[in-house]
C-alpha cells in the first residue's frame, strides 16, 4: 500500500511540476518575443537620435559660420568708418545690410539647432524607456528559468512581475507615453 500511495505522490508531484513548467514556458515564450519586438523598435528609436544629433551639430556649425561671417563684416564696416572716405559709404552700408541678415540668420539657424537638441532629448526618454524594458525582460527570463528548476511559486510570481512591469514600459514606449525615470536612468547611465 505504501508503494501505491509514493506512485500516486510522485505522479501528482510530476504533474503539479509540469504545470508550472508549462506556465513558464508561455511566460518565457511571450517576454521574449516582447523583448525583440522592443529591440527592433530600440534601434529605430537609436537611429532616429543619432539622425538628430547630426542634425543639431550641422545647424550649430552652420551658426558658428554666420557668427564668424559676422563679425568679420563687423570688423571691416569699424575699419571702413575710420578711413571714411567718399567711396567707402556704399560699401559701409552694403556691409551693414549683410551683417542684419546675418543676425535674421543666425536667430533662425540657432532655433532650428535647438529644435534638433530638443527632438535628440524628446526621442532619448524612449530609447530609455527600451533599455529598461529590456533590463527587466531580461531578469524575468532569468529567473523563469530559475522557476523551472526550483518550482518556487514565490518566484513564478515575482518573474511574472518583472515581465509585466517590462512590458508595461515597452508598450509605453511604442505607444510614446513616457514612463522615464530619472532616477533610474542615472543609477543605469
Known sequence: MSELSE???ESASHSIESKMNARVAICVAIT????????????????????????????WSYYQAKSTK???????????????????????????????????????????????????????????QFDMT????SIAIAMFGITALTQKKWLYYFSVGASVLGIALGLAAFLKISLHSDLISKILG
Do not use: P, W
Open 7 to 9: 506512485t500516486i505522490q
Open 32 to 59: 521574449a518575443t516582447f523583448m525583440a519586438l522592443c529591440n527592433v523598435k530600440d534601434g529605430n528609436v537609436v537611429q532616429a537620435m543619432s539622425q538628430a544629433q547630426a542634425h543639431s551639430i550641422d545647424a
Open 70 to 128: 559676422e563679425a568679420i563684416l563687423q570688423n571691416s564696416v569699424e575699419n571702413l568708418k575710420v578711413q571714411k572716405s567718399n567711396g567707402y559709404e556704399e560699401l559701409v552700408k552694403s556691409q551693414e545690410q549683410q551683417i542684419v541678415r546675418y543676425e535674421k540668420e543666425k536667430a533662425e539657424i540657432k532655433k532650428q539647432a535647438e529644435g534638433f537638441s530638443k527632438e535628440y532629448e524628446d526621442i532619448n526618454v524612449f530609447d530609455d
Open 134 to 137: 529590456d533590463a527587466l525582460l
